[in-house]
């Protein structure tokens, strides 16, 4: 297990510390040439980063945003994770970038797979940086546990971009990109808040099941150091 540890005394030094990590990766993908996409989480923790990165010079019109996953609801719901995306980083500078969105309409995420997998798909993969959340519960993206879909996210077959996920804390039907498609990113962040939160990563850097705390699925099998971005 390799990871890199990033601690920052508050809140408003993490979002500009990761801001600032994913800004600079973004530029040397942006400087080979061509297009860079970054996968990005939803709910509450990165809306200050969110800020700080939408406003940081970069040749926003080569980037491609989409999100690590999603809840199947429309963008009117305040679960949405891509109504958090469009209000806090889409604007200023990042607001020339092209958001793909893993939510589409129709009325279940298997109905809408075929469709949102067809957007992935055309993005230029692997994702110059993927920024991870993580619940209490140890569910990042949509791997919650008791996941309906967990075991053939975190292995899908060969290939396949996204999985649909229903779980007792998910709350809504949900889309997740898989687990490799995360691991191939060029840059791997865990952005995590608080002292519950430093709890559970280091419950799940111990031992235990994936299956249990799926983070640790991440963080067992990621080829690169998982960088950790964490505030008290
Ligand atoms: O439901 C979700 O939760 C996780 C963690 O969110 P937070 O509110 O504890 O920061 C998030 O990473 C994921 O993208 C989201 O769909």
Redesign the pocket.
């Known amino acids: 297990m390799s990871i890199a540890r990033h601690d920052f005394p508050t809140a408003e030094a993490l979002a500009s510390g990761l801001a600032d990590h994913i800004a600079a990766v973004l530029t040397v993908r942006l400087a080979q040439g061509g297009r860079a996409a970054l996968a990005v989480?939803?709910?509450?923790?990165?809306t200050r980063m969110f800020e700080a990165l939408s406003g940081k010079p970069l040749d926003w019109a080569r980037v491609d945003i989409t999100?690590?996953?999603?809840?199947w609801v429309g963008e009117e719901s305040d679960r949405s994770?891509a109504a958090l995306v469009r209000k806090h980083l889409l604007q200023g500078p990042a607001a020339a970038a092209t958001f793909v969105p893993l939510h589409v309409d129709a009325p279940t995420p298997e109905d809408g797979m075929a469709q949102v997998t067809a957007s992935i798909a055309a993005l230029p993969l692997p994702f110059a940086v993927v920024v991870?959340?993580?619940?209490?519960d140890g569910?990042?993206?949509?791997f919650f546990p008791g996941g309906d879909r967990l075991a053939q996210a975190l292995a899908p077959a060969a290939g396949q971009l996204l999985e649909t996920m229903r779980a007792p804390a998910?709350?809504e039907p949900?889309i997740t990109l898989t687990l490799p498609v995360l691991l191939a990113a060029d840059a791997l962040c865990l952005?995590?808040?608080g002292a519950g939160?430093q709890r559970v990563l280091e419950a799940a850097l111990v031992a235990g099941p994936a299956e249990a705390m799926p983070i640790r699925a991440v963080l067992t099998r990621s080829v690169r150091p998982v960088e950790i971005f964490w505030c008290p």
């Open positions: 989480s939803g709910g509450r923790t990165p999100l690590v996953d999603e809840r994770n991870l959340g993580m619940g209490d569910h990042t993206a949509s998910a709350g949900r952005h995590i808040e939160k």
